[in-house]
């Protein structure tokens, strides 16, 4: 890991970076376009300027092209050093789920490019990799404004998002959240922490006008607040130390904020390009493994939805809860879902058939004396 550390800070620190050949490449641009200016203004300096052009150019080349080595030089041995520590780190069985998906790819690129914020990269790629049907343009001003109201958090400035929580206080209602109160406490305890005790007033005038709405929901949380100010000047030893705001509550409040935004456009809080490549470097040596064993023992993997391994992962990446058929030991999938029989025993689909001998005919569960008809099991969604 050291070699590919020294190498990236030699790319990044080192001086060989492409801006010194765009600052090149602009002079030589400046140049090109002086001696236009100059021959438009007196065509009789056609033929000097031309000449002073050529060697002026001649050598702005040279420059863009050194420093250019520099960087192709730095990239080369930082690949290689890359290759040298990560030997068997592709997986030459690929097993093609996403081969035909090439639009479905670009659209997460595009999608993953514009919720980190990157709007010009991201118009530049949907441009230049002929996306058609990309990310609706409503997604986009979308992204924008989510960007604008964190960039403000990071600065902590609470109004925009306070602004834009206001407005949509009945549909943050209906999912529970609290995110409205925590942007006015946060607020509070700012007013009433940041100024000087003649600041006071202020605080419990903003508290007064503001906490109204949340009263019946937040009472215990609003007296809290009411009771910290006697204890002003020091609150960590005071039985309201919780109440105490540093840099978390503001990661805190940053991600419970992007979290709604994100669920009121009906989008998950974490990209799901940046959770898929996650979880897919997590379980790539997994895989590795696996695919060296098959090859050994020359066996192949068939099933289509279900790994014959399991990988783990952090638990943020777990969406869904799986369920495995107790009398098939296969994993449900969508065309082979859960089926909850009139006993209350879940099966999958494929064993109630199966039980049933596909003809729809009365069977007896397997697990208890209730029989039951095919059609009487129902699906369940976990
Ligand atoms: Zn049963």
């Not at 020091?234 to 904020?257: H, R, V």
């Amino acid at each position: 890991m050291d070699a590919i550390e020294k190498e990236l800070d030699k790319l990044t620190n080192g001086g060989a970076n492409l801006s010194k050949s765009i600052k090149d490449i602009d002079k030589c641009l400046e140049m090109l376009m002086d001696a236009r200016t100059t021959i438009e203004n007196d065509p009789t300096a056609t033929v000097p300027t031309l000449q002073a052009l050529e060697s002026q150019l001649k050598t702005g080349f040279q420059l863009a092209n050194d420093s250019l080595k520099g960087l192709h030089g730095g990239i080369t041995k930082y690949g290689k050093a890359l290759d040298k520590k990560f030997k068997h780190s592709t997986n030459e069985n690929t097993f093609g789920a996403l081969a035909n998906r090439q639009p479905l790819i670009n659209r997460a690129i595009q999608m993953h490019l514009l919720r980190e914020g990157n709007f010009e990269i991201a118009e530049t790629f949907a441009k230049e990799a002929g996306i058609i049907e990309g990310v609706p343009s409503v997604l986009d001003i979308e992204f924008r404004e989510l960007f604008s109201i964190q960039e403000s958090l990071r600065r902590k400035e609470l109004k925009p998002a306070i602004e834009w929580a206001e407005k949509r206080r009945d549909l943050l209602e209906s999912r529970a959240t609290n995110l409205e109160f925590e942007l006015h406490r946060l607020q509070y305890m700012i007013l009433l922490f940041q100024g000087t005790p003649d600041d006071i007033p202020n605080a419990l005038a903003y508290a007064k006008a503001q906490f109204g709405p949340f009263q019946k929901k937040y009472l215990t949380e609003i007296s809290q607040l009411a009771g910290c100010v006697v204890w002003r000047e020091k609150l960590s030893m005071s039985p309201y130390a919780a109440l105490i705001q540093d840099e978390s509550s503001w990661q805190s409040i940053i991600e419970s904020f992007t979290t709604e935004f994100c669920a009121l456009l009906r989008l998950s809080a974490e990209s799901p390009l940046y959770v898929a490549t996650t979880a897919g470097a997590i379980a790539l040596p997994t895989f590795n493994k696996m695919a060296t064993i098959m090859k050994a023992k020359k066996t192949e993997w068939t099933s289509q939805n279900e790994l014959p391994v399991e990988v783990p992962l952090p638990d943020k990446f777990k969406y869904h809860s799986i369920f495995v058929c107790p009398v098939s030991k296969e994993q449900t999938t969508d065309s082979n879902p859960p089926m909850m029989i009139p006993c209350g025993h879940v099966l999958a689909k494929d064993t109630v058939q199966k039980l049933a001998r596909g003809t729809g005919s009365r069977y007896k569960c397997p697990y208890c004396p209730a029989d039951s008809l095919p059609k009487e099991a129902r699906e369940i969604y976990l």
